[in-house]
C-alpha cells in the first residue's frame, strides 16, 4: 500500500514536471465567448497556468488557460448586477494538500476564483489544473491493479 502511495505521488510529480508542454492535439476551444472587447478586472498567473477575469456589460467572464498538456482550458460566466472592481475578485493559489505556500516538492495546481458584488458572492469556483493527469494516472493504476 505505502509502494502505491509512493508510486502515485511519484507519478503525480511526474506529471508535474514533464506534462507542462505544448499540446500536440487541438482541443475544442474552451472559450466559446471571445473576450478581446471585454475590460480585464484581474489576472494570476501560477507556473503553466493563468485565470483571467473580464467584465463586458454586466457579464463577468472567468477564463482558465494553461500550457500543461493535462488542460484544456476552460471558460465560466456570471452576470452582474452592476460594473465591478479589481477588489471584487480574489483569486488564490493552492497546493494539492491545500496549502498556498509553494514549496520545491509542491507546486499550486488549484485556483480559486471568487468574485463578490455588494458583499454578496456570486461566483466561487475551483480550478485544479492537472485533474485531468490524476485521472489518467489513476485509471493506469487500476488498470494494472496497483490501485
Wanted: with cysteine.
Amino acid at each position: 500500500m505505502i509502494k502505491n502511495i509512493i508510486l502515485f505521488c511519484h507519478l503525480i510529480l511526474l506529471i508535474a514536471c514533464t506534462g507542462c508542454g505544448s499540446k500536440t492535439i487541438e482541443a475544442e476551444n474552451p472559450f466559446k465567448i471571445d473576450t478581446s472587447d471585454y475590460e480585464l478586472l484581474s489576472q494570476s498567473t501560477e507556473g503553466y497556468n493563468t485565470i483571467e477575469v473580464y467584465q463586458h456589460d454586466k457579464k463577468v467572464i472567468v477564463n482558465a488557460k494553461s500550457e500543461a498538456a493535462f488542460f484544456d482550458g476552460a471558460q465560466f460566466i456570471v452576470e452582474s448586477e452592476n460594473e465591478l472592481s479589481t477588489e471584487d475578485v480574489t483569486i488564490t493559489w493552492s497546493t494539492i494538500g491545500g496549502g498556498t505556500e509553494k514549496t520545491e516538492d509542491n507546486a499550486r495546481i488549484i485556483c480559486e476564483v471568487k468574485i463578490q458584488e455588494n458583499d454578496t458572492v456570486i461566483l466561487d469556483k475551483k480550478i485544479n489544473f492537472l485533474k485531468k493527469g490524476f485521472e489518467a494516472i489513476t485509471e493506469m493504476l487500476e488498470e494494472r491493479g496497483t490501485l
